[in-house]
Protein backbone atom coordinates (compact mmCIF):
# COMPACT_ATOMS: atom_id res chain seq x y z
CA UNK A 1 0.00 0.00 0.00
CA UNK A 2 1.85 3.22 -1.29
CA UNK A 3 1.34 6.10 1.44
CA UNK A 4 0.46 10.10 0.93
CA UNK A 5 3.46 11.60 -1.63
CA UNK A 6 3.80 14.69 -1.85
CA UNK A 7 6.44 17.31 -4.37
CA UNK A 8 8.51 18.64 -4.77
CA UNK A 9 9.84 18.11 -0.71
CA UNK A 10 11.12 22.14 -0.74
CA UNK A 11 10.46 25.06 -2.89
CA UNK A 12 11.60 28.61 -2.80
CA UNK A 13 9.64 31.30 -4.61
CA UNK A 14 9.99 34.85 -4.74
CA UNK A 15 6.90 37.42 -3.25
CA UNK A 16 4.20 37.97 -5.83
CA UNK A 17 5.01 34.05 -7.73
CA UNK A 18 2.52 31.29 -8.02
CA UNK A 19 3.16 27.93 -6.68
CA UNK A 20 1.45 24.36 -7.39
CA UNK A 21 2.39 21.82 -4.87
CA UNK A 22 1.25 18.14 -5.63
CA UNK A 23 -0.10 15.26 -3.81
CA UNK A 24 -1.42 11.56 -4.24
CA UNK A 25 -3.75 10.62 -1.87
CA UNK A 26 -3.11 6.73 -0.51
CA UNK A 27 -4.34 3.64 -2.23
CA UNK A 28 -7.88 3.66 -1.85
CA UNK A 29 -8.55 7.01 -0.43
CA UNK A 30 -10.26 9.55 -2.26
CA UNK A 31 -10.62 12.42 0.36
CA UNK A 32 -7.84 14.97 -0.03
CA UNK A 33 -6.98 17.95 2.81
CA UNK A 34 -4.51 20.19 2.61
CA UNK A 35 -2.96 22.09 6.00
CA UNK A 36 -0.32 24.71 6.21
CA UNK A 37 1.90 24.61 9.24
CA UNK A 38 3.99 27.85 9.86
CA UNK A 39 7.36 27.25 12.26
CA UNK A 40 6.10 26.43 15.41
CA UNK A 41 2.57 25.97 15.06
CA UNK A 42 -0.04 23.59 14.63
CA UNK A 43 -1.33 22.81 10.98
CA UNK A 44 -3.84 25.38 9.91
CA UNK A 45 -6.82 23.76 7.66
CA UNK A 46 -6.90 24.88 4.22
CA UNK A 47 -9.66 22.90 2.47
CA UNK A 48 -10.87 19.22 1.49
CA UNK A 49 -11.67 17.63 -1.36
CA UNK A 50 -13.85 14.59 -2.10
CA UNK A 51 -14.81 13.18 -5.06
CA UNK A 52 -13.02 16.19 -7.27
CA UNK A 53 -14.98 19.24 -5.35
CA UNK A 54 -14.45 21.28 -2.63
CA UNK A 55 -16.64 20.14 0.53
CA UNK A 56 -14.78 22.27 3.55
CA UNK A 57 -12.40 25.41 3.68
CA UNK A 58 -10.53 27.13 6.43
CA UNK A 59 -10.24 30.80 6.71
CA UNK A 60 -7.56 30.94 4.24
CA UNK A 61 -8.24 33.91 0.98
CA UNK A 62 -9.29 32.98 -2.31
CA UNK A 63 -5.34 33.20 -3.77
CA UNK A 64 -5.56 29.58 -2.02
CA UNK A 65 -7.35 27.16 -4.66
CA UNK A 66 -6.84 23.53 -5.23
CA UNK A 67 -7.80 20.76 -7.36
CA UNK A 68 -8.73 16.89 -7.09
CA UNK A 69 -8.70 14.88 -10.16
CA UNK A 70 -10.28 11.77 -11.05
CA UNK A 71 -7.71 9.41 -9.59
CA UNK A 72 -8.17 11.46 -6.13
CA UNK A 73 -4.74 13.52 -6.66
CA UNK A 74 -4.30 16.77 -6.03
CA UNK A 75 -2.58 20.03 -6.29
CA UNK A 76 -2.78 23.48 -4.34
CA UNK A 77 -2.23 26.61 -5.83
CA UNK A 78 -1.16 29.54 -4.16
CA UNK A 79 -1.23 32.90 -6.10
CA UNK A 80 0.65 36.70 -5.56
CA UNK A 81 2.74 34.84 -2.99
CA UNK A 82 3.46 36.41 0.56
CA UNK A 83 6.10 36.18 2.97
CA UNK A 84 3.62 35.05 5.32
CA UNK A 85 2.76 31.84 3.24
CA UNK A 86 6.35 30.68 4.21
CA UNK A 87 5.39 27.59 6.07
CA UNK A 88 5.27 23.39 5.24
CA UNK A 89 2.17 22.85 3.72
CA UNK A 90 0.85 18.63 4.07
CA UNK A 91 -1.51 17.17 2.43
CA UNK A 92 -3.56 14.55 4.38
CA UNK A 93 -5.80 11.72 2.59
CA UNK A 94 -8.77 10.10 4.08
CA UNK A 95 -10.75 6.72 2.90
CA UNK A 96 -14.62 7.41 1.49
CA UNK A 97 -16.84 6.16 4.55
CA UNK A 98 -17.79 8.69 6.70
CA UNK A 99 -14.92 10.72 6.32
CA UNK A 100 -15.84 13.33 9.00
CA UNK A 101 -14.14 9.86 11.10
CA UNK A 102 -11.76 8.92 9.31
CA UNK A 103 -7.99 8.77 10.01
CA UNK A 104 -6.08 11.43 7.76
CA UNK A 105 -3.06 9.89 6.63
CA UNK A 106 -0.37 12.66 6.06
CA UNK A 107 2.28 13.06 3.50
CA UNK A 108 5.97 14.19 4.39
CA UNK A 109 4.88 18.08 3.29
CA UNK A 110 6.63 20.32 1.03
CA UNK A 111 8.17 23.38 2.62
CA UNK A 112 7.90 26.49 1.30
CA UNK A 113 10.12 29.42 1.56
CA UNK A 114 9.20 32.75 0.07
CA UNK A 115 11.53 35.82 -0.06
CA UNK B 1 -13.10 31.09 19.07
CA UNK B 2 -10.05 28.24 19.49
CA UNK B 3 -11.78 25.00 18.64
CA UNK B 4 -9.07 22.56 20.53
CA UNK B 5 -6.36 24.06 22.61
CA UNK B 6 -3.09 22.39 24.48
CA UNK B 7 -2.48 23.98 27.40
CA UNK B 8 1.56 22.74 27.66
CA UNK B 9 3.88 24.19 25.26
CA UNK B 10 6.28 21.98 26.91
CA UNK B 11 6.06 18.40 28.82
CA UNK B 12 9.30 17.11 30.34
CA UNK B 13 9.13 13.22 32.18
CA UNK B 14 11.42 10.84 32.78
CA UNK B 15 11.98 7.57 31.21
CA UNK B 16 9.61 4.61 33.10
CA UNK B 17 7.28 7.44 34.24
CA UNK B 18 3.84 7.76 33.48
CA UNK B 19 2.87 10.79 31.04
CA UNK B 20 -0.22 12.68 30.04
CA UNK B 21 -0.82 15.77 27.43
CA UNK B 22 -3.70 17.76 28.06
CA UNK B 23 -6.22 18.55 25.30
CA UNK B 24 -9.01 20.45 26.10
CA UNK B 25 -11.72 21.64 23.21
CA UNK B 26 -14.62 23.04 22.23
CA UNK B 27 -17.51 22.11 19.38
CA UNK B 28 -20.76 22.74 18.11
CA UNK B 29 -21.55 19.44 17.69
CA UNK B 30 -20.52 15.85 18.68
CA UNK B 31 -16.38 15.68 19.00
CA UNK B 32 -14.75 13.92 16.51
CA UNK B 33 -11.25 14.09 18.66
CA UNK B 34 -7.93 13.03 17.17
CA UNK B 35 -4.11 12.50 18.13
CA UNK B 36 -0.96 12.62 16.27
CA UNK B 37 2.51 12.79 16.33
CA UNK B 38 5.42 14.48 14.88
CA UNK B 39 8.63 13.56 14.19
CA UNK B 40 11.57 16.39 13.28
CA UNK B 41 11.14 17.26 9.34
CA UNK B 42 8.43 14.54 9.46
CA UNK B 43 4.39 14.50 8.49
CA UNK B 44 2.32 14.21 11.06
CA UNK B 45 1.52 10.27 12.50
CA UNK B 46 -1.90 9.56 13.60
CA UNK B 47 -1.93 7.58 17.44
CA UNK B 48 -5.80 7.49 18.07
CA UNK B 49 -9.52 8.90 17.62
CA UNK B 50 -12.34 9.07 19.91
CA UNK B 51 -15.54 8.55 18.20
CA UNK B 52 -18.19 7.41 19.91
CA UNK B 53 -18.26 4.49 22.61
CA UNK B 54 -16.09 3.69 25.39
CA UNK B 55 -14.24 6.91 26.56
CA UNK B 56 -11.41 5.31 26.95
CA UNK B 57 -9.56 4.62 23.80
CA UNK B 58 -6.59 2.89 22.93
CA UNK B 59 -4.07 3.45 20.07
CA UNK B 60 -0.65 3.06 18.78
CA UNK B 61 2.38 2.53 20.57
CA UNK B 62 0.88 1.96 23.97
CA UNK B 63 -0.93 5.25 23.79
CA UNK B 64 -4.04 5.87 25.66
CA UNK B 65 -6.68 8.91 26.03
CA UNK B 66 -9.81 9.26 27.86
CA UNK B 67 -12.88 11.59 26.31
CA UNK B 68 -14.04 13.50 29.07
CA UNK B 69 -17.32 15.19 27.77
CA UNK B 70 -17.92 17.22 31.06
CA UNK B 71 -14.94 18.76 31.07
CA UNK B 72 -14.77 18.90 26.94
CA UNK B 73 -11.29 16.33 27.70
CA UNK B 74 -9.01 14.71 25.51
CA UNK B 75 -5.96 13.84 27.44
CA UNK B 76 -2.82 11.86 25.86
CA UNK B 77 -1.40 9.14 28.21
CA UNK B 78 0.63 6.65 28.84
CA UNK B 79 1.55 4.48 31.41
CA UNK B 80 5.66 4.40 30.97
CA UNK B 81 7.08 6.79 28.90
CA UNK B 82 9.74 6.29 26.42
CA UNK B 83 13.04 7.64 24.95
CA UNK B 84 11.81 7.21 21.84
CA UNK B 85 8.21 8.67 22.42
CA UNK B 86 10.11 12.84 22.74
CA UNK B 87 8.15 14.58 19.67
CA UNK B 88 5.46 17.18 19.30
CA UNK B 89 2.32 16.15 19.51
CA UNK B 90 -1.13 17.44 18.57
CA UNK B 91 -4.20 17.29 19.08
CA UNK B 92 -7.61 17.80 16.80
CA UNK B 93 -11.17 17.93 16.07
CA UNK B 94 -13.54 18.01 13.54
CA UNK B 95 -16.23 20.25 13.74
CA UNK B 96 -18.89 19.32 11.60
CA UNK B 97 -21.09 22.54 12.69
CA UNK B 98 -18.04 24.72 11.32
CA UNK B 99 -17.49 23.85 7.93
CA UNK B 100 -16.32 20.38 8.39
CA UNK B 101 -13.07 22.02 9.41
CA UNK B 102 -10.16 19.78 10.72
CA UNK B 103 -8.61 22.09 14.05
CA UNK B 104 -5.54 21.36 15.33
CA UNK B 105 -3.73 22.34 18.36
CA UNK B 106 -0.62 24.38 18.91
CA UNK B 107 0.99 21.51 19.78
CA UNK B 108 2.66 19.83 23.03
CA UNK B 109 6.79 19.15 23.03
CA UNK B 110 7.28 15.81 24.68
CA UNK B 111 10.81 15.44 25.99
CA UNK B 112 11.37 12.02 27.75
CA UNK B 113 14.63 12.18 30.47
CA UNK B 114 16.70 9.34 30.38
Known amino acids: ETGVTQSPTHLIKTRGQQVTLRCSSQSGHNTVSWYQQALGQGPQFIFQYYREEENGRGNFPPRFSGLQFPNYSSELNVNALELDDSALYLC??????????????FGPGTRLLVL | AQSVAQPEDQVNVAEGNPLTVKCTYS??????LFWYVQYPNRGLQFLLK??????LVKGSYGFEAEFNKSQTSFHLKKPSALVSDSALYFC????????????FGTGTSLTVIP
Open chain 1, 92 to 105: ASSPQTSWFQETQY
Open chain 2, 50 to 55: YITGDN
Open chain 2, 92 to 103: AVRDRGAGNQFY
Open chain 2, 27 to 32: VSGNPY
